[in-house]
């Protein structure tokens, strides 16, 4: 079965960038990386997602290794809203419409003003 | 505009008494997801609908069921709740299933009494 590992918890100054790591190191070919984020008393929420290429959007960028056992989140600006427990996630294709859904343990980013 | 609703946001129901938890969207998702979240730990899947095929996680247990009348409503039933029941419960929809981003309800909190 997949896995993912984070570390508990990161700080990080307003305004600098942050790079939030999680190792996979079982992940197979087809294995999609997600990666949300989740304030107290709500939802998670869609951060980024990708399968071998690095990826960015307006919210942040995906750093995958060559062989794909590690990624990095990486925000180039922290805000104080940015400060939330950040889970990255594989997503292992089981057969017909059965997934499997790996959370990591999350990461509590702290972000000082 | 609420994409994905969950009703009620609070639940108390009593050890053993049945109860529902609902979620609507209107994204027009072909999936829809239930997780249950405990105090300080990751979102753990429990199941998911693509469309009307149901995939359940294979330590879901029995006393969880979940409904899917028609593409926006989903339910999930638990028959006789235990005290290790309460948690937070999260619904979630996306448009396909490999590598597609999940928009996630607030949740329903469940304290069992």
């Known amino acids: 079965d997949a896995k993912t590992t984070q570390p508990n918890s990161m700080e990080s100054n307003e305004e600098e960038p942050v790079h939030l790591p999680c190792n996979h190191s079982?992940?197979?070919?087809?294995?999609?990386i997600h990666w949300y984020r989740q304030l107290p008393s709500q939802g998670p929420e869609y951060v980024i997602h990708?399968?071998?290429s690095n990826v960015n959007n307006r919210m942040a960028s995906l750093a995958i290794a060559e062989d794909r056992k590690s990624s990095t989140l990486i925000l180039h600006r922290a805000t104080l809203r940015d400060a939330a427990v950040y889970y990255c996630i594989l997503e292992s294709l089981l057969g017909g419409s059965a997934r499997q859904l790996t959370f990591g343990s999350g990461t509590q980013l702290t972000v000082l003003p | 505009d609420a994409m994905v609703i969950q009703n009620p946001r609070y639940q108390v129901t009593q050890f053993g008494k049945p109860v529902t938890l609902s979620c609507s969207q209107t994204?027009?998702?072909?999936?829809m997801y239930w997780y249950q979240q405990k105090s300080s730990q990751a979102p753990k899947l429990l199941f998911h609908?693509?469309?009307?095929?149901?995939?359940n996680e294979a330590d879901t247990p029995d006393n969880f069921q979940s409904r899917r009348p028609n593409t926006s409503f989903c339910f999930l039933d638990i028959r006789s709740p235990g005290l290790g029941d309460a948690a937070m419960y999260l619904c979630?929809?996306?448009?396909?299933?490999?590598?597609?981003?999940?928009?996630f309800g607030p949740g329903t909190r469940l304290t069992v009494l």
């Open positions: 979630a929809t996306s448009r396909s299933l490999a590598g597609s981003r999940q928009f």
């Open positions: 994204l027009n998702h072909n999936v």
């Open positions: 990708g399968l071998t």
């Open positions: 609908y693509y469309d009307k095929d149901f995939n």
């Open positions: 079982t992940i197979s070919g087809t294995d999609y």
